[in-house]
């Protein structure tokens, strides 16, 4: 049975669709996952799964959700398929049109609560129309699963929708933990609004250590200005853009992983990103805030220490009693290591894998 996927990435850098996607082709489904390609798109590597890439002149806003939401409708009628699947709102219409036109299985799979981003909901006109086509999607859907019980409970709250929990979870980082010469704080992901950086770089004025980022996005240009702002220039270091076989080699000589989100918009409040799993997964302790998600992870295993607000002072507080307190951070090392085997990548694909074999078995 066949199965296709769609995002709006380019899928260079997506961990979690190259996890889904693996972990389905190994049960024996056949995996097509489809992207743009990108002007500054690299070569993708061979996977176990096949890799479409569609070109869009436009790359960014309206124009390029339209052109590729065109172009990836006539790209799905034309194609041989048991199953569409549709990640996030962004691709869900032509998943939609071209399952009902073709008479096959459509699939959610939802990587955030779409029409709660923080760079939605602070646009009314914007949020109506994502929400809209939530609406009118979400209903007609043969199955769907999300990230969080958070964003479980929102969806099914509001649709007569069953939706299964799988989490972002990775697999156990095998590379050597390495401790480095000076303390790092590594955030690593998209460098987009509402990820607490620009808190976090003027909080490095009171902290002793080293502020990687790995990753690029929306704030990415901002955030260097801010590090001059602050004369904390020579503290912080932006890597950009960071490949998923490089970034588990990094994330074990990190001393503490930042999870942090602003509290705008019910899709921060209720997240579960993959960063927070990738840094007890490599085995260093974090910062997080205490939205419920994190909150409920920590009661079961103490892998971080926990913030109220996504403030400079709150954060720097956090940071420098990680970074201090040596009781405190041992502790949470030791747990680190307790949680990577219990929660992982191994145990949490057989929900994903049963997932789509119930589908096709009713």
Not at 243 to 269: C, H, Q, V
Not at 306 to 312: A, G, K, Y
Request: hydrophobic share 40%.
């Amino acid at each position: 049975m066949k199965i296709i996927f769609t995002v709006t990435t380019d899928l260079s850098y997506d961990q979690r669709m190259g996890r889904i996607c693996s972990a389905l082709a190994e049960a024996g489904f056949e995996i097509e996952l489809v992207g743009r390609k990108r002007k500054i798109s690299k070569a993708l590597k061979q996977k176990k799964y096949k890799q479409t890439r569609l070109f869009c002149w436009f790359d960014k806003g309206k124009a390029f959700y339209i052109e590729y939401n065109l172009r990836l409708f006539v790209y799905l009628l034309f194609s041989k398929t048991d199953v569409f699947g549709a990640i996030d709102l962004d691709t869900a219409l032509p998943n939609l049109w071209a399952s009902k036109l073709k008479g096959k299985k459509l699939v959610y799979d939802a990587h955030e609560y779409f029409s709660e981003l923080e760079e939605v909901v602070s646009r009314p006109k914007i949020k109506k129309a994502w929400k809209a086509i939530e609406r009118y999607f979400v209903p007609k859907v043969d199955a769907a699963y999300t990230i969080s019980n958070g964003y479980k409970k929102l969806f099914e709250d509001e649709y007569p929708i069953n939706f299964e929990i799988i989490r972002n979870v990775g697999e156990v980082n095998k590379n050597e933990r390495v401790v480095p010469s000076e303390p790092i704080i590594l955030y690593q992901g998209a460098v987009n609004y509402g990820r607490g950086l620009e808190q976090t770089i003027e909080a490095m004025q009171n902290i002793n250590a080293k502020l990687l980022i790995c990753g690029k996005g929306d704030v990415f240009d901002i955030l260097q200005v801010l590090a001059k702002k602050y004369g904390v220039e020579n503290k912080v270091e932006f890597k950009g853009f960071v490949s998923p076989k490089d970034l588990r080699k990094i994330t074990p000589t990190a001393t503490i992983g930042l999870t942090l989100f602003t509290d705008e918009g019910l899709s921060n409040r209720h997240s579960l990103c993959n960063r927070f799993f990738d840094y007890y997964l490599a085995g260093i302790p974090q910062l997080a805030v205490g939205y419920p998600e994190y909150l409920k992870f920590n009661e079961e295993f103490e892998v971080a220490k926990i913030v109220n607000r996504v403030d400079p002072n709150e954060i720097a507080n956090g940071l420098n009693e990680l970074l201090n307190n040596k009781e405190l951070y041992k502790k949470l090392e030791v747990n680190c290591q307790k949680a990577r085997e219990a929660h992982n990548w191994a145990n949490e694909k057989i929900k994903l894998v049963k997932i789509y074999s119930n589908l096709f078995s009713n």
